[in-house]
T-cell receptor
Framework: DVKVTQSSRYLVKRTGEKVFLECVQDMDHENMFWYRQDPGLGLRLIYFSYDVKMKEKGDIPEGYSVSREKKERFSLILESASTNQTSMYLC???????????????FGPGTRLLVL | KQEVTQIPAALSVPEGENLVLNCSFTDSAIYNLQWFRQDPGKGLTSLLLIQSSQREQTSGRLNASLDKSSGRSTLYIAASQPGDSATYLCAVFSSNTGKLIFGQGTTLQVKP
């Protein structure tokens, strides 16, 4: 079974703090994704990565950055946390069979972040 | 721009009932469509994935259909149980953007 783990289930931070959210998958997947989920807005893609050291902006990258130094690990960084970044953050991973052939995305349990 | 809509937003049914959840999308240029389940405060669990060339997929009591030309998918749950209570999300993988686009979800409550 694919396992995607996220470093924290709940996190409380202060405005202006630098925040790191970590995601690790154990199935040697090439693709990894970061989403945020908000009531009424659904899931929105922040950033994704197709390979080590590669990153692509999603739909709402502003205020976020990412790092992928190892294939199994994808980190989301909030450089200076703000209250409007309070949200549920979900990480996902998938295989890349072909360049444009998408496979099932497997999700982690989520990190609920509160920025005060 | 691809938009995914799920109706109804919430549904409450008695145990044992068969039910249908609906998903519609505006752009038929998709690679596949996926149904997920999300329990409160948890991540998403993939239930079924239908490739664009397929019409339906089945897993146990779940059956998902896809009509790409009309931009519709349904998730059929047979003999519902209280353990089926969750939010069900539909998502399409857009050929144009290369991204997974989610609907808002249908929250299902199955009463004993």
């Amino acid at each position: 079974d694919v396992k995607v783990t996220q470093s924290s289930r709940y996190l409380v931070k202060r405005t202006g703090e630098k925040v790191f959210l970590e995601c690790v998958q154990d199935m040697d997947h090439e693709n990894m994704f970061w989403y945020r989920q908000d009531p009424g807005l659904g899931l929105r893609l922040i950033y994704f990565s197709y390979d080590v050291k590669m990153k692509e902006k999603g739909d709402i990258p502003e205020g976020y950055s990412v790092s992928r130094e190892k294939k199994e690990r994808f980190s989301l960084i909030l450089e200076s946390a703000s209250t409007n970044q309070t949200s549920m953050y979900l990480c996902a991973s998938s295989l890349r069979i072909g360049l444009h052939i998408p496979e099932t995305q497997y999700f982690g349990p989520g990190t609920r972040l509160l920025v005060l | 721009k691809q938009e995914v809509t799920q109706i109804p937003a919430a549904l409450s049914v008695p145990e044992g009932e068969n039910l249908v959840l609906n998903c519609s999308f505006t752009d038929s240029a998709i690679y596949n469509l996926q149904w997920f389940r999300q329990d409160p405060g948890k991540g998403l669990t993939s239930l079924l994935l239908i490739q664009s060339s397929q019409r339906e997929q089945t897993s146990g009591r779940l059956n998902a259909s896809l009509d790409k030309s009309s931009g519709r998918s349904t998730l059929y749950i047979a003999a519902s149980q209280p353990g089926d209570s969750a939010t069900y999300l539909c998502a399409v993988f857009s050929s144009n953007t290369g991204k997974l686009i989610f609907g808002q979800g249908t929250t299902l409550q199955v009463k004993p």
